[in-house]
C-alpha cells in the first residue's frame, strides 16, 4: 500500500501575461496497491495505481484543465 499528497500553490495562468486573476491552489491525492501472488510456479504481481484519487477538478496553468481521476492496473510475471 501507498500513496502521496502533491499540492500546487494558487498561480497566474501565464506568468508573461497578467489576466486580472490567479488559479486557486489545489491538493492531489494518489494511491497505490500492489498484490504478489502465484499462478501456478509463476510469481505474479499485480499493481493498481489511482491518480487524483479525490477527482478533483482543477486548472494547471498553460495545460489547462487537469487531469480527472485516473486507474491504471498492470501485471508482472517472473520466469
Not at 9 to 23: A, K, W, Y
Not at 44 to 60: C, E, P, Q, R, W
Request: net charge neutral.
Amino acid at each position: 500500500i501507498g500513496g502521496g499528497v502533491t499540492h500546487e500553490s494558487s498561480s497566474f495562468p501565464d506568468q508573461s501575461i497578467d489576466f486580472g486573476f490567479r488559479l486557486p491552489g489545489v491538493t492531489l491525492v494518489d494511491v497505490l496497491l500492489s498484490y504478489e501472488a502465484k499462478i501456478g510456479d509463476t510469481p505474479v504481481g499485480f499493481i493498481l495505481t489511482v491518480n487524483n484519487a479525490l477527482d478533483k477538478h482543477y486548472y494547471s496553468g498553460r495545460v489547462g484543465v487537469g487531469a480527472p481521476r485516473t486507474w491504471k492496473l498492470s501485471s508482472t510475471l517472473r520466469f
